[in-house]
């Protein structure tokens, strides 16, 4: 039977250093996988997950889900399918279950292989890199959303979803759960430890020398660079905002406190007992945080005041 593994991320755990790696050719990687062109942009094969989700930026020209099927079939190795827009798939569980039957139907065995980020790291990174792809809310609505309805949507309609369990739930209902691979995201790991990690987990392990070598790829900004992202998005809707007061350079976005720790402790403790008794799965302990408000967050509030980001 063909094998396909469906990598969906997430968001900020390491998917682009992967894809980096699926998409390599290096001699090492090539002999263990095949990476399918259709539906690759870049690295990875993001247009498949935006046809999925039924994305705006989703364009047949570039590889549709039915092209895939038989590109699959043609190749005699393993498939890696990745990107971290399919974890967007969950909140379109008809489309990811007529995905799964295709794939079934073509003779196609297919594991869903995913990483989760500890949440409080995960808020902060997802934060920052969101700052990028235009108007945000402000930090503290950021967090009193997640909190809330335990996933933060933004302005895109992209759902990013904090409760584990539900971002799991449709993707086992169509792959069947004995078909989900979750696995915790390590932060201080290297990528090279990350690739080591999934190959092992999908049983294709490198030997000791054939690691491939790749660097971070896309990592975290800085807080003046987020809070000039942020500008940059509101000047484009109104270039006579005022300026926000200088923020130092390099100074790392490191905004959440001992109390943003114990809150979201106490929100997703259920979620983390489901995670643990479905998956087996216990995600990476937050690292300490200071006690009272960081500095950092007093910035990101003044922020939101100066430009009303609500």
């Known amino acids: 039977m063909t094998r396909c593994f469906l990598h969906i991320g997430t968001h900020k755990t ?29 690295d990875g094969q993001h247009n498949l997950a935006w046809e999925l989700s039924e994305d705006e930026r989703f364009d047949p020209s570039l590889g549709t889900l039915a092209d895939l099927i038989p590109e699959i079939g043609a190749d005699p190795r393993p498939s890696v399918v990745s990107s971290e827009d399919f974890e967007y798939a969950h909140a379109h569980p008809e489309a990811l279950g007529a995905f799964a039957a295709a ?24 934060y920052a890199e969101l700052t990028r792809h235009g108007r945000i809310v402000g930090f503290g609505s950021f967090l009193d959303q997640i909190v809330r309805d335990g996933a933060f949507v933004d302005h895109h309609g992209w759902i990013f979803r904090f409760d584990y369990a539900a971002l799991l739930a449709p993707f086992a209902a169509a792959f069947g759960p004995e078909a989900l691979t979750v696995r915790p995201y390590v932060s201080g790991h290297s990528p090279q430890a990350l690739t080591v990690d999934f190959f092992d987990v999908i049983g294709l392990p490198f030997g000791a020398h054939e690691v491939p070598t790749t660097g971070t790829v896309n990592p975290r900004c800085t807080l003046d660079q987020a809070v000039a992202r942020i500008e940059w998005w509101q000047r484009k809707l109104d270039p006579d905002v005022p300026r926000p007061a200088p923020v130092p350079t390099g100074m790392p976005f490191a905004v959440l406190d001992a109390s943003d720790v114990a809150r979201f402790a106490e929100r997703f403790a259920d979620d983390d007992v489901a995670l643990a008794s479905t998956y087996d799965m216990r995600l990476e302990p937050p690292a300490p945080r200071p006690t009272g408000r960081t500095e950092q967050r007093a910035i990101l509030d003044d922020v939101a005041r100066l430009w009303e980001l609500g």
Request: glycine letters at 8%.
């Open 14 to 42: 390491g998917t682009c250093a992967l894809q980096a790696v699926f998409a390599s050719g290096e001699a090492a990687v090539a002999r263990r996988i095949a990476y399918p062109a259709a539906g690759r942009i870049l």
């Open 103 to 126: 794939l079934r139907a073509a003779g196609v065995e297919t594991r869903v292989i995913v990483y989760l980020r500890e949440r409080v790291s995960y808020a902060e990174s997802l």
